[in-house]
Nanobody
């Protein structure tokens, strides 16, 4: 049974940092590309960052230079380090696993499994 459990969300002031974690179980993480998506109130879900099985990363322009996605296959965990947070980063952040063999991108077209989400609020 596939499970993705996100953690690390919370309330942070503008300019602050958070590190999100996604703990995976029920499948071999090594063989799958992973992504982080987010959805703000009243907005469509958007792809934030993704990482291939060999570590190639892609990020949406609005977070480049501030967010870093990484993976630790031995710990079966994917991370999203978020620095210099802005109020517009406020959203529910979801971990997602792409279908095996798919090159990841920032759309959800090829997402096989989703986590339950973790709330990130950036406010003073």
């Amino acid at each position: 049974q596939v499970q993705l459990v996100e953690s690390g969300g919370g309330l942070v002031q503008p300019g602050g940092s958070l590190r999100l974690s996604c703990a995976a179980s029920g499948f071999t993480l090594d063989y799958y590309a992973i992504g982080w998506f987010r959805q703000a109130p009243g907005k469509e879900r958007e792809g934030v960052s993704c990482i291939s099985i060999i570590g190639t990363t892609y990020s949406v322009d609005s977070v480049k230079g501030r967010f870093t996605i990484s993976r630790d296959n031995a710990k079966k965990t994917v991370y999203l380090q978020m620095n210099s947070l802005k109020p517009e980063d406020t959203a529910i952040y979801y971990c997602a696993v792409f279908y095996r063999g798919v090159e990841p991108d920032l759309t959800s077209d090829y997402v096989a499994w989703w986590g339950q989400g973790t709330q990130v609020t950036v406010s003073s």
